[in-house]
């Protein structure tokens, strides 16, 4: 049976989550991207920004945010590793009328990097990017849900989560001690992987990078 790949980052690498048409799933994480995007996949979905403007914001995140809200970050740019702070960042931006970037943005500009590498138009075929608060509240009917961090909102989101399959991911857990993945990431990881399997909407798509890459969130 195929598997579908859901990715996401965390302070020392990247989180993988998989789930086949059976149901089979489970989850694996390393340093680097490479490893796990060589797992067999039929579509693997990422929550990390593909295609990048050279200026300004993307569509695709002006769009997402007005769905969702501030959980989406603005400012994604092919650029934006090459400096070596945020302060020296944004006065670049400034100085040339653009708009400056945050600091949640910042924080992963190395994993925007690493993403960056490794795509192709090509690989953009099975490899999408998506955004977990997108997908959970495309599964909730459209509902806003209770935020991430609460106790509350943790609960909403593994329920569409077990809903979907992902009947393990209250063990995994309690797996991750010791590996620095976050509760969130793996959470996250698994929305990615329901996406990948059964994702039939995006926002954007519209609008083409330098490199061919096509800018696009899928949920």
């Excluded at 090459?82 to 944004?90: E, I, K, L, S, V």
């Excluded at 929305?191 to 059964?198: E, L, S």
């Amino acid at each position: 049976m195929p598997n579908y790949l859901g990715l996401d980052g965390f302070r020392f690498g990247w989180v993988a989550a998989w789930i086949d048409d059976r149901g089979d799933h489970g989850f694996d994480y390393s340093p680097g991207l490479t490893r796990l995007l060589a797992m067999a996949h039929k579509r693997a979905m990422i929550d990390m920004p593909i295609g990048l403007e050279t200026s300004g914001y993307r569509t695709c995140d002006m769009r997402a945010r007005e769905l969702i809200g501030p959980a989406v970050f603005l400012g994604a740019r092919r650029d934006l590793w090459t400096f070596p702070d945020m302060a020296t960042a944004n006065r670049h931006y400034w100085q040339n009328g653009d708009k400056g970037v945050s600091s949640q943005l910042w924080n992963i500009r190395d994993k925007i990097r690493e993403v960056d590498d490794v795509m192709t138009p090509e690989r953009q075929e099975t490899i999408g990017e998506a955004h977990p608060e997108l997908i959970f509240w495309n599964l909730a009917g459209e509902q806003k849900l209770e935020p991430k961090t609460s106790a509350a909102g943790r609960e909403q989101r593994l329920k569409l989560l077990e809903a979907r399959g992902f009947a393990k991911v209250r063990e995994w857990l309690t797996l991750r001690h010791g590996t620095g993945i976050g509760r969130d990431d793996l959470i996250d990881a698994c929305a990615c992987a329901v996406a990948a399997r059964d994702s039939t909407k995006r926002v954007g798509g519209d609008e083409i990078d330098p490199r061919g890459l096509r800018m696009e969130i899928n949920y």
